[in-house]
C-alpha cells in the first residue's frame, strides 16, 4: 500500500505544485489528464475504499453480535429444535420458501442426529412474499399446540412452494387444529417474533436466507455440513 500511495502521490505532484496559479477549471483538466494517463490509481483507490468498508462492516457486525448474543441464543420467544442444554448454539435465519434454506435444513437436521449436544435456534424470517409470511406465522403457531418442530420440517420438506392452502394442508397432516392454528397466527407473540427477526438480522448485515450465527462466526449462504461442524468445533473452543 505505502508503494500504490507513494506512486500517487508522485502522479499527482505536478499537479500540486501547479494548482496555486491555476483556475478551477485548470486544476479539474490537470487532475483529469493525471488520472487518465495513470488510470491504475482509480482503480486502486477503489479497492482501498472497500477494503477500508469492508472492515468497518465487519466491526460494527461483531459489536451488534456481541451486544446481542445472548438475546439470539436465549430470546424466549424463538422457537429451539435439539437440547435445551446443549454446550453449542446455531441461531439460523431462514425462509420457507428458500431454496438454499431447504438445502441447509437437511444438512442442519443430519447434524441434530450426529450431536446430541447441539442447540438450534430458529429465527422466521419471511422475506420471499405472502406465501413466506403465511408459512411462518403457521410454524410459529404452531408452538401453541406443541408442534412447532413437526410443522417446521414439513413446510421445510415440502414439495413446490409453500402457500395457503399447501400449508393448511400440511397442518392438518401432522394433526393440528387448523381453526384455532389461524387465529394463534395472529398472536402477538407471533407479530413479535417476525419483527424481532427482521430488525436482527438487518443489525448484523444479513441481506437474504439463510444466515446463521454460530459462536463469533456470521454465516450467510447455505454452507456443507462439514462447514457447520467446523464452526461449531470453533465455537465450542472459544475460536
Not at 45 to 61: C, H, P, Y
Not at 193 to 203: G, V
Not at 212 to 228: E, N, S
Request: glycine share 6%.
Amino acid at each position: 500500500m505505502r508503494i500504490m500511495m507513494a506512486a500517487l502521490a508522485l502522479a499527482l505532484l505536478p499537479f500540486v505544485v501547479a494548482a496555486q496559479d491555476m483556475t478551477e477549471d485548470q486544476i479539474k483538466q490537470l487532475a483529469l489528464e493525471a488520472i487518465l494517463e495513470n488510470p491504475q490509481i482509480i482503480m486502486e483507490a477503489v479497492a482501498i475504499l472497500n477494503e477500508r468498508r469492508d472492515q468497518e462492516r465487519a466491526i460494527a457486525q461483531a459489536q451488534v453480535l456481541q451486544q446481542q448474543r445472548d438475546f439470539l441464543e436465549n430470546d424466549p420467544n424463538a422457537p429451539v429444535i435439539g437440547n435445551t442444554e446443549g454446550d453449542a448454539v446455531i441461531v439460523e435465519f431462514f425462509d420457507y420458501n428458500c431454496p438454499y434454506c431447504k438445502r441447509a435444513a437437511a444438512d442442519v437436521k443430519a447434524l441434530l442426529a450426529a450431536d446430541d449436544e447441539v442447540r438450534v435456534v430458529y429465527r422466521e424470517w419471511p422475506i420471499l412474499g405472502e406465501g413466506s409470511v403465511f408459512a411462518a406465522r403457521a410454524a410459529l403457531a404452531a408452538r401453541a399446540q406443541g408442534k412447532y418442530e413437526e410443522m417446521h420440517w414439513a413446510l421445510m420438506e415440502m414439495r413446490g412452494r409453500a402457500q395457503e392452502a399447501s400449508i393448511l394442508a400440511a397442518a392438518r397432516d401432522i394433526g393440528l387444529d387448523v381453526d384455532q392454528l389461524v387465529v394463534d397466527m395472529e398472536s402477538e407473540e407471533v407479530n413479535a417474533h417476525i419483527e424481532t427477526s427482521r430488525a436482527l438480522a438487518q443489525s448484523l448485515g444479513f441481506t437474504g436466507t439463510p444466515a446463521f450465527v454460530i459462536g463469533d462466526a456470521l454465516v450467510p449462504g447455505a454452507v456443507p455440513l462439514a462447514d457447520l461442524e467446523g464452526y461449531l468445533a470453533a465455537a465450542r473452543n472459544g475460536e
